[in-house]
């Protein structure tokens, strides 16, 4: 790349960042995972932490899920997040209200606003 620059002004880059960021926070019951965006996919990011910290037990899971419609891929998703055990839900920023519903009758979901605090 390097090449033209862009409308902004800047060259091109190649970009070395993966599409992704998450938190993996050590919280009595488990692990706590806080998604970016889930661009790598939910589960994917879940599957991950619970690899990277060596702790099988997921107590809550918060953030953008990166889902927008029923259908095969969130009955896909729900039924992964649940053999993976994830506890509490906080469906977040990037996911439907229809996802969001879906989340709150298959596992403990909660709403996510501003000023919301979550403690242990």
């Not at 910290?53 to 899920?65: H, I, M, P, Q, S």
């Not at 891929?73 to 996802?99: F, N, R, W």
């Amino acid at each position: 790349m390097g090449e033209a620059p862009s409308a902004c002004g800047c060259c091109w880059e190649s970009d070395t960042l993966r599409d992704d960021s998450s938190l993996a926070l050590n919280v009595p019951g488990g692990v706590f995972v806080v998604c970016g965006c889930a661009h790598s996919g939910v589960c994917s990011t879940v599957a991950a932490t619970k690899e990277r910290t060596g702790e099988d037990r997921v107590a809550g899971l918060f953030g953008g899920f990166h889902l927008f419609e029923a259908g095969d891929v969130l009955d896909e998703t729900i039924v992964a997040l649940k053999a993976l055990g994830v506890g509490l839900v906080y469906p977040g920023h990037c996911t439907s209200l229809a996802v969001k519903a879906a989340f709150v009758r298959a596992f403990d979901a909660r709403e996510v606003g501003v000023g919301l605090t979550l403690s242990w």
